[in-house]
RNA sequence: GACAAGAUGGCCGAAGGGUGAAGGCAUCGGAUUGCAAAUCCGGUUUUUAUGAGUUCGAAUCUCAUUCUUGUCUCCA
């Protein structure tokens, strides 16, 4: 492990960034919320998973031992804010004339698909809430044993007040409830609660459910939060080290996670609460209802309505990790474009760690350097810092190219395991550049070029134009450079 | 309305009391090149939303104002 400063992270509860310390030494819980499969994930739900997989991937470079718990939802939620019962994964599947199950798996098996496609590492354990319906009703029964919870014709309610006697109900978000009574009173006349903050922990069934669960409370469902509660107290215990999730989470999903687990265990559940910033276009939160949004998956195919081209995988998350993740970060063509011509000039840089000459001394300090990497991350995970730290590297590496600056090949040996390392274990970038080993095209190309070649020695700059400007329309960039030409196809 | 987070150059975005406000993109000049591209060197652009205040010193702290966004029981 590096022990260049150490990790401090924004700690959500507290306002402020702390030193982070694990309660077992060497060895980090980790809980994300995960997404609820009702539909396919859009780029804003992936920029949380993608922020968080960064996060899961520098705890795993300075050497902790991480488990890495993120939950899929698959159990319906149960209520919105008119008290009308809603099932969003029981509506989307009898649109589509199918079984819940059936839809959940669909849509897991596209996330699954997306994970792939964005190198996001696979979490430890991804736990469904439908798999752990038992440890839920056991979690509620403690809640209710410590008169925390009340029933009402066949559902349980979380007890607000009662349990505001005791701990501090809104300690995450900073809402106080006595504030947000008199206001909110009209829109929640839900007659079942004692108190308009009271939220479900188990539903009763309606008659047109399609999931249904039995309880000591009768048939019915669990609600939205007791899920995270019951998975995260399964698989890590009942406090763990960092709870993650989207910023739109915060109120009143964390909220509730916290109460719950005070309510059932007497502890909060975690040390740490991590929120990712939202996705906006155009200023705005990319959402379904606002019609803004896009697929993780057609932007890499160019079939948004939003853009007019295609980018890779590799330059959204790059894109994404010139951003901190407690920004906002708004998707527009320009800065995307902006992105992906970066990515070019450090994935280039990132070649010619293989090919640069070394010399008997270094001219700059090249652990300093590396050092700085570390720094950038321990800072509350700063990847942006971090990618500019590393156009320094780039910066040098060129200069080395062309015989400004020196480096010995220990040096370079160790730039190039960290740079590989940051860009490629924690920002999660895949190499790329690796076609000019193609077996196919590099016999291909070797004549083309030699053509080529014989056109500008005979100085037929016609042909030799064509052929570079054919070979730029089919993605084949052609590099003039000192010691002969190089290409790279996109 | 309540609560929360913001407002930094042409664009995207860092920094968050201490001289010259990262980095990428753009743009301009030079080097290199047959010409480009790539690369290198150098330059340009921010009175850090506005107005006060605290301080030896503020983008950074305080207050006010304007605006933006999010949440308020569907949300990553």
Same mark, same amino acid.
């Given at each position: ?67 890495? #718990? ?77 008169? $925390? ?29 006595? =504030? ?10 839900? =007659? ?6 009271? !939220?479900?922990?188990? &539903? &009763? ?34 406090? $763990? ?51 803004? !949004? ?11 309505? #939003? ?23 708004? $998707? ?40 700085? $990497? ?55 970038? @895949? ?39 054919? @070979? ?5 960039? #052609? ?12």
């Amino acid at each position: 492990m590096n022990t260049a400063g150490e990790l401090q992270i924004y700690n959500s509860l507290s306002g402020q960034k702390e030193r982070f310390t694990p309660i077992h030494a060497n060895r980090v819980g980790l809980y994300v919320c995960g997404p609820t499969l009702y539909s396919e994930p859009h780029m804003g739900n992936m920029r949380t998973f993608i922020n968080f997989d960064m996060v899961y991937r520098y705890l795993l470079k300075l050497g902790y031992e991480v488990k890495y #718990v993120r939950n899929i939802t698959d159990a319906g939620h149960i209520t919105n804010s008119a008290g009308e019962a809603v099932d969003s994964i029981g509506k989307a599947a009898r649109l589509e004339q199918v079984q819940s199950l059936e839809i959940v798996y669909k849509y897991n098996v596209k996330f699954q698909e997306l994970q792939r496609i964005y190198n996001m590492l696979p979490p430890s354990i991804e736990p469904t809430a439908t798999g752990h319906i038992q440890e839920q009703i056991e979690i509620i029964e403690q809640i209710l044993k410590n008169g $925390f919870a009340y029933v009402v014709n066949g559902s349980v309610y979380f007890d607000v007040k009662a349990y505001s006697q005791q701990y501090n109900y809104g300690i995450l978000s900073g809402r106080k409830i006595d =504030e947000l009574e008199e206001e909110t009173r009209e829109l929640n006349a839900q =007659e079942e609660k004692r108190f308009f903050a009271d !939220f479900a922990l188990w &539903k &009763k069934a309606n008659a047109d459910d399609m999931q249904i669960w039995r309880s000591p409370w009768g048939d019915g469902n669990p609600g939205w939060h007791i899920e995270c509660t019951a998975m995260s107290t399964k698989y890590l215990g009942q406090t $763990f080290d960092i709870h993650g999730g989207g910023m739109d989470l915060k109120f009143p999903h964390h909220e509730d996670e916290i109460a719950q687990s005070c309510g059932a265990m007497g502890c909060n559940p975690a040390n740490v609460w991590m929120h990712a910033n939202m996705l906006n276009v155009n200023g705005q939160k990319m959402s379904k209802s606002l019609g803004n !949004f896009f697929l993780p998956k057609e932007i890499v195919e160019g079939s948004t309505s #939003v853009f007019t081209k295609s980018y890779t995988p590799n330059v959204l998350r790059f894109f994404m990790m010139q951003a901190h993740y407690r920004s906002t970060l708004d $998707f527009t063509q320009t800065a995307l474009d902006a992105a992906e011509k970066g990515f070019t000039r450090l994935s280039d840089a990132l070649q010619l760690l293989d090919k640069v000459p070394t010399a008997g001394q270094s001219s700059f300090y090249v652990n300093d350097l590396i050092a700085s $990497f570390y720094s950038a991350m321990n800072d509350d995970f700063n990847a942006p810092i971090l990618v500019a730290n590393l156009f320094e590297a780039v910066k040098r590496l060129n200069l080395i190219n062309d015989g400004k600056d020196n480096i010995t090949a220990d040096d370079l040996a160790l730039l190039k395991t960290e740079m590989h390392s940051f860009t490629y274990d924690v920002l999660g970038i @895949l190499p790329t550049g690796v076609q000019n080993n193609d077996s196919k095209l590099a016999p291909v190309m070797d004549l083309v070029l030699e053509l080529r070649q014989l056109s500008r020695e005979n100085k037929d700059w016609t042909t030799s134009d064509k052929i570079r400007d054919q @070979l730029t329309a089919a993605g084949i960039v #052609v590099k003039d450079g000192k010691d002969g030409v190089t290409w790279s196809a996109q």
